[in-house]
């Protein structure tokens, strides 16, 4: 049964004025109005104060940012609260000066704790700035590419061509398979000894979700999977994925690694999970949100209650 609660980075946090973005006159309202603000990223790093836990720190438009911004490079996002709100990335090897404002620093560490709509807004701001980056020449014809639609399109500038480039998203699907008392988890070689998570994969050409489900469990364990059933989705634009979570329940148990994707996989029972092996993903993961909820549906208290549990984020 598919989750209702939103997972960290999703949520109806801005109104994304989706119309307003064609109409020039209107872009430039927004922009000029008091209480815009800016969104900035640098080096796909986020602008964050630390108040004791991270909040996200918007600029005003004309707090001397001028100089280091042509206005073609804004991106507006949509009206957040009372803002209309524009994503900027800056440039250079050195953190620019509005670093003063709080300190930029990599929503996958930081977004868990933080306020969910200023979470959602930072990643948002994120993924649009890193799709410019990577689209700045046609990819058809090679020309340089020029911003239209308040930075939601990249068009050729070449008049023999004047292609479009819209930004899309890199579907991934993430499962937790379950034989009813156990959970299969997997690691990878370069992730700390004891870390473990849900299988995942991205989605091929031609390929339904179920299938993608099916294929990766079968390609990195070798196990064989029923019924599955969606669990609920997160965005997560490092740089560009759309993570859709499933639960899945197994056929047969025998793991056998097959496509170098993984070091190790392991069954796992709730009672192991609550001694704190394995450690578990961060909190702010769709990965932990598929665990937790398998764990509770069959336990006398929620994992989260369980003092001796470890997480990647957990000290020692």
Same mark, same amino acid.
């Given at each position: ?15 994304? =004025? ?17 209480? @815009?603000? =800016?969104?900035?990223?640098?080096? #796909? ?14 600029? !005003? ?17 949509? %009206?957040?609260? /009372? ?7 800056? /440039?250079?090897? !050195? ?17 868990? #704790? ?35 639609? +308040? ?20 579907? @991934? ?11 299969? =988890? ?25 299938? @993608? ?5 079968? !390609? ?13 989705? /997160? ?12 639960? +899945? ?11 170098? !994707? =993984? ?40 994992? @989260? ?9 957990? %000290?020692?």
């Amino acid at each position: 049964m598919a989750s209702t609660q939103p997972n960290v980075f999703a949520g109806p946090y801005v109104d994304r =004025l989706e119309p307003t973005r064609s109409d020039a006159a209107a872009v430039a309202a927004a922009l000029a109005d008091p209480l @815009a603000r =800016l969104v900035p990223v640098w080096r #796909s790093r986020n602008l964050l104060r630390r108040t004791p836990t991270p909040a996200a720190c918007l600029l !005003e438009v004309g707090a001397g940012l001028e100089a280091q911004l042509d206005p073609g490079d804004l991106i507006l996002l949509g %009206k957040y609260r /009372q803002h209309f709100v524009f994503a900027a990335e800056f /440039q250079g090897d !050195e953190a620019p000066e509005m670093a003063t404002e709080g300190e930029f620093l990599d929503l996958r560490l930081a977004g868990g #704790s933080m306020e969910p709509n200023e979470a959602g807004l930072l990643a948002y701001a994120r993924a649009m700035v890193t799709w410019r980056r990577r689209h700045r020449f046609c990819g058809t014809c090679g020309a340089p590419t020029l911003a239209g639609q +308040a930075g939601h399109v990249m068009i050729c500038t070449s008049e023999a061509c004047r292609g479009q480039v819209f930004p899309r998203l890199d579907p @991934a699907v993430i499962v937790l398979v379950t034989d009813g008392e156990r959970a299969l =988890l997997g690691r990878q070689a370069t992730w700390p000894i004891g870390r473990y998570s849900t299988i995942a994969g991205f989605v091929e050409p031609g390929e339904s979700l179920e299938d @993608a489900v099916r294929r990766e469990v079968l !390609e990195e364990t070798g196990v064989h999977i029923g019924q599955l059933g969606y669990h609920s989705s /997160q965005p997560w634009p490092f740089p560009s994925s759309l993570m859709l979570g499933f639960i +899945a329940q197994a056929e047969t148990t025998e793991i056998r690694l097959g496509d170098d !994707e =993984l070091e190790d996989a392991c069954w796992f029972s709730r009672g192991q999970i609550a001694q704190g092996t394995p450690v578990l993903p961060p909190p702010q993961s769709v990965s932990y949100r598929l665990i937790a909820d398998w764990y509770d549906s069959g336990a006398t208290r929620p994992l @989260a209650e369980e003092t001796c549990a470890r997480r990647w984020d957990s %000290k020692p």
